[in-house]
């Protein structure tokens, strides 16, 4: 089991480039998140979804698009990239929404 | 909204130097509280769930504590390898995500 796989690891844009960060699992969870996270902050959820074909937004979904075909990814679009939207990027996923959330290594995204 | 508030931001402690974080919540109808720990460019991992007041969960130096309004993470006899960011979140009874705390970042010195 490779768990919640991301890529890429690292990634610099430019101000109005587009990118999509890939998330697989293998673990056939029904739920998925993304969130994203600041320099010595916690996590805030993007979106989510709690199957394939239903996604939901989260806290702060400005700026972010997702889809979801299959159950085993779920990938987060920027379309227009904003220096605000440097971060750390980590989806996750859990069998279901009161159990446990198991994370990704994450993508570390800059926007210059 | 859901509020989960973690104090202290930081703790710097001693090999030995037992501590508690905490974790105050306010949900409206709290399903479950999480602990994770999350090393210095790493994901989250999975510490413990806890879903009604009294509980209590242990895993080697670490123990976890749920009161109605906030949780206890208990770090006893702390070694260096137990330094990180400890996050907590909640989930509520109609939602189907976790709100996180902004975490405490522990560094235990040898």
């Known amino acids: 089991n490779a768990g919640v796989t991301q890529t890429p690891k690292f990634r610099i844009l430019k101000i109005g480039q587009s990118m999509t960060l890939q998330c697989t699992q293998d673990?056939?969870?029904?739920?998925m998140y993304w969130y994203r996270q600041d320099p010595g902050m916690g996590l805030k959820l993007i979106y989510y979804?709690?199957?394939?074909?239903?996604?939901d937004k989260g806290e702060v979904p400005n700026g972010y698009n997702v889809s979801r075909s299959t159950t085993e990814d779920f990938p987060l679009r920027l379309e227009l990239a904003a220096p605000s939207q440097t971060s750390v990027y980590f989806c996750?996923?859990?069998?279901?929404?009161?159990?446990?959330?198991?994370f990704g290594p994450g993508t570390r995204l800059t926007v210059l | 909204e859901d509020q989960v508030t973690q104090s202290p931001e930081a703790l710097r402690l001693q090999e030995g130097e037992s501590s508690s974080l905490n974790c105050s919540y306010t949900?409206?109808?709290?399903?479950?509280l999480f602990w994770y720990r999350q090393d210095p460019g790493k994901g989250p991992e999975f510490l413990f769930t806890?879903?009604?007041a009294g509980e209590e969960k242990e895993k080697e130096r670490l123990k976890a504590t749920l009161t109605k309004k906030e949780s206890f993470l208990h770090i006893t006899a702390p070694k260096p390898e137990d330094s990180a960011t400890y996050l907590c979140?909640?989930?509520?009874?109609?939602?189907?995500?976790?709100?996180f705390g902004g975490g405490t970042r522990v560094l235990v010195k040898p």
């Open positions: 996750a996923s859990s069998y279901d929404s009161q159990m446990e959330q198991f």
């Open positions: 673990m056939n969870h029904n739920y």
């Open positions: 979804s709690v199957g394939a074909g239903i996604t």
């Open positions: 949900v409206s109808g709290l399903r479950g």
């Open positions: 806890l879903y009604s």
């Open positions: 979140a909640v989930t509520e009874a109609a939602g189907n995500k976790l709100t």
